[in-house]
Nanobody
C-alpha cells in the first residue's frame, strides 16, 4: 500500500491542524493505521493508532485530549485532528500502516510509511 500524508504547516500555539493520509494499492481496511512524529535529533515516536474499522483508538499520553485519530475507509484516508497545539508538537508527522501487531507504539512493527508532513508550532 502507498501512503501520502498532507496537511502540515505553520500554526501558532493553541491552534489546530488536520493531517490527512491517503492510501492507494491494497485494500485499506485490512490495515490498522498509525501516526508517528519525529523531531530533529530525536527518535520517531508514537502519536496515535486506529484499528481497521475504527472501533478502537490509542493515543500517546502527550496528546490525549488534544488529538483525535479517525478514518474513512470509503475514501481510503486516515486523519489526525490536532487541537491546542504546543511548541513541543513541532515535528515531521508520518502515517503508517500495520497489518496486525500488539506492539502498537513500536515503529518497527509497521509495514508501510508515508513520506511525512512538517508541523511547526510557533510561540
Amino acid at each position: 500500500v502507498q501512503l501520502q500524508a498532507s496537511g502540515g504547516g505553520l500554526v501558532q500555539v493553541g491552534g489546530s491542524l488536520r493531517l490527512s493520509c491517503a492510501a492507494s494499492g491494497r485494500t485499506f481496511s485490512i490495515y490498522n493505521m498509525g501516526w508517528f512524529h519525529q523531531a530533529p535529533g530525536k527518535e520517531r515516536e508514537f502519536v496515535a493508532r486506529i484499528t481497521r474499522y475504527g472501533r478502537s483508538t490509542y493515543y500517546a499520553d502527550s496528546v490525549k485530549g488534544r488529538f483525535t485519530i479517525s478514518r474513512d475507509n470509503a475514501k481510503n484516508t486516515v486523519y489526525l485532528q490536532m487541537n491546542s497545539l504546543k511548541p513541543e508538537d513541532t515535528a515531521v508527522y508520518y502515517c503508517a500502516a500495520d497489518s496486525g501487531s500488539s506492539r502498537i507504539e513500536d515503529p518497527e512493527q509497521y509495514d508501510y510509511w508515508g513520506q511525512g508532513t512538517q508541523v511547526t508550532v510557533s510561540s
